[in-house]
Nanobody, 121 residues
Framework: VQLQAFGGGLVQAGGSLRLSCTTSERALSGMGWFRQAPGKERELVATINWGGGVTYVADSMKGRFTISRDNATNTVYLQMANLKLEDTATYFC?????????????????WGQGTLVTVSS
């Protein structure tokens, strides 16, 4: 399975972006979005179970970010609104070993290449 994330770009603070992650084959697994800012560790953004009925969004992004998936097109989305300067990072999608919306970084075995989001003032 290969993952490809896209949709990043330059956006002003307060703006919105939607990231997409496509899989090369049907991913019968939970999926997650993570991000990594320069000089910082990779952090969890959001996760979703295989069916899409269970989701998790990190506290600092709750109310602004939404994760969803369309299994018919093998795509996972991250809708980001009210973006802040501190949201600037490279965003990665990843596939979990299980079907759950796991929050454990170690449970993600396949990673996409990342897409850069830059929020400007």
């Amino acid at each position: 399975v290969q993952l490809q994330a896209f949709g990043g770009g330059l956006v002003q603070a307060g703006g919105s972006l939607r990231l997409s992650c496509t899989t090369s084959e049907r991913a019968l697994s939970g999926m997650g979005w993570f991000r990594q800012a320069p000089g910082k560790e990779r952090e969890l953004v959001a996760t979703i179970n295989w069916g899409g009925g269970v989701t998790y969004v990190a506290d600092s992004m709750k109310g602004r970010f939404t994760i969803s998936r369309d299994n018919a097109t093998n795509t996972v989305y991250l809708q980001m609104a009210n973006l802040k300067l501190e949201d600037t990072a490279t965003y990665f999608c990843a596939r979990a070993r299980s079907i759950s919306a796991t929050r454990l970084l170690s449970e993600y075995s396949v990673w996409g290449q990342g897409t850069l989001v830059t929020v400007s003032s």
